[in-house]
């Protein structure tokens, strides 16, 4: 929606470059984590054409700048202020403005060592009521800085007090209170707001939420990067042919005072499994080196534009398959999605090295989220961590891979042909080779069989 018409033919404006309506936030039961936040794009498009990204599609024309100030001014105009700025950009660091946009950043009030201090928002709640924007939202705000003033009262006498006024004008819930209701309460509700509401100065940050280019990093760049409160600075890390060109990225950010870093790895595309734990092995051995703080994400790759695949999740690179894929998930859930700081937590989760890693990928499933039920060998290597033993421990892992690896060559490759498919009811398979359905019993263990246990 990016030029005059797209919408009616008779009208002139143009979507894309609308100012972004905050209040939408107002009206959901959600609370979206970057709901105190300035969204924005200051460049789009990008200059690469990557196979594996939808950015060519969505925005084939690169444009170097955007203008942010104006959008800002808007924004504090009519919602307040936002602590943060996330910024939108697939590649920022391609811009012939990129010293422009910067500047520009830091002048708006994110600068390094910049801060925020909230704006009135029931100051804000009021006057879009008053100017009857978007009512049912501001109505909604209204309740929940009732409530927020009523947790924060310390006097049991004024809580009665609110409590009943709201409770005799039907404003205890956004759908029974009226906007006139609400303003009628104005002056006995705006005291005791700013009797509760003292705000204090908070860290304000800038966050380039789609990443940069680390082909693209210089020194200069990432001096004048530095000018503002980046954090975290992130830096695709697609592919391991990038491994020379990405660790120099790292190195450079952190020489410009650049600490707080977080990337994103895609994984499932035309990668081998080994290299998504070479990446992160990368990071995790850069954080001890450099005193780094560094969030590495796992992203699988989706092909968006296949028909077959649009509406499923199914898709299976050439060097994958649906167990190690799985297998990679059930890891990534005990980590909550992300892998930080750490040797030794990294090591408990992908493996020491990446024979370990191979392992883990063919573990059954129930083993690698019960690792420290069904592995005695990590419990002893990690006996000073995990101080408690259940009724459940055993060491059923090491029973399995024993007669996994004791396969022979013909029938370890069926088993694999078997487990890559990562179904285990029966049905699901036909086999009658005894030492294949030995090591496939394995896999049948469930979470419900360890906790029912």
């Known amino acids: 929606m990016n030029t005059p018409g797209d919408i009616d033919a008779d009208n002139d404006l143009i979507i894309d470059e609308l100012p972004l309506d905050y209040s939408i936030l107002e009206e959901i039961d959600y609370v979206y984590p970057a709901n105190n936040a300035y969204f924005a794009y200051m460049t789009r498009g990008c200059v690469n054409k990557c196979k594996f990204c939808a950015v060519p599609k969505l925005e084939p024309q690169y444009c170097d700048y955007i203008n942010l100030k104006q959008r800002i001014q808007h924004t504090d105009e009519r919602f307040g202020a936002r602590k943060d700025l996330l910024l939108l950009d697939n590649n920022v660091l391609a811009s012939k403005c990129y010293a422009q946009i910067i500047d520009e950043i830091r002048d708006c009030g994110f600068g390094v060592g910049a801060t925020y201090t909230p704006p009135n928002e029931y100051e804000i709640m009021i006057n879009n009521l008053k100017d009857s924007y978007n009512d049912r939202a501001y109505i909604r705000k209204a309740i929940s800085i009732y409530k927020e003033i009523m947790e924060k009262l310390k006097d049991d006498a004024e809580k009665t007090e609110l409590y009943l006024k709201l409770e005799e004008v039907h404003c205890l819930y956004y759908y029974t209170a009226s906007k006139e209701d609400i303003l009628g309460l104005e002056e006995y509700v705006r005291p005791l707001y700013e009797k509760t ?65 977080s990337n994103y790895l895609l994984y499932n595309f035309e990668d081998k499994p080994e290299e998504l734990y070479y990446r992160l092995r990368m990071n995790v051995d850069l954080c001890e080196e450099l005193g780094a703080s560094i969030y590495s994400f796992p992203m699988k790759y989706h092909p968006i534009n296949d028909k077959d695949f649009f509406m499923n999740r199914d898709y299976i690179g050439e060097h994958w398959n649906r167990k190690f894929i799985r297998a990679v998930q059930a890891v990534l859930n005990s980590t909550k999605g992300k892998i930080g700081r750490g040797v030794e937590f990294f090591e408990e989760a992908f493996g020491r090295n990446v024979d370990e890693f191979m392992k883990i990928l063919w573990m059954p499933e129930t083993f690698i989220i019960y690792r420290r039920i069904y592995d005695a060998d990590l419990r002893k290597r990690l006996a000073d961590r995990y101080t408690t033993v259940t009724k459940h421990d055993c060491n059923l892992t090491s029973e399995w891979w024993a007669k996994f ?46 906790e029912s246990t």
Request: with cysteine.
């Open 197 to 261: 509401h003292k705000p204090s100065k908070r860290k304000r940050i800038v966050d380039f939420n789609q990443g940069i280019d680390s082909r693209l990093i210089t020194e200069a760049k990432m001096d004048k990067l530095a000018e503002v409160n980046i954090y975290p600075l992130r830096i695709a890390f697609d592919h391991w042919k990038l491994k020379d060109i990405y660790e120099k990225s790292i190195r450079t950010a952190v020489g410009s005072g650049i600490k707080n870093l």
């Open 405 to 450: 690896k004791m396969l022979p060559p013909q029938k370890l490759k069926k088993a694999k042909s078997i487990i890559a498919l990562n179904k285990f009811k029966a049905g699901d398979f036909e086999c009658d080779d005894p030492d294949i359905c030995e090591v496939l019993a394995y896999y049948r263990i469930t979470r419900d069989d360890t």
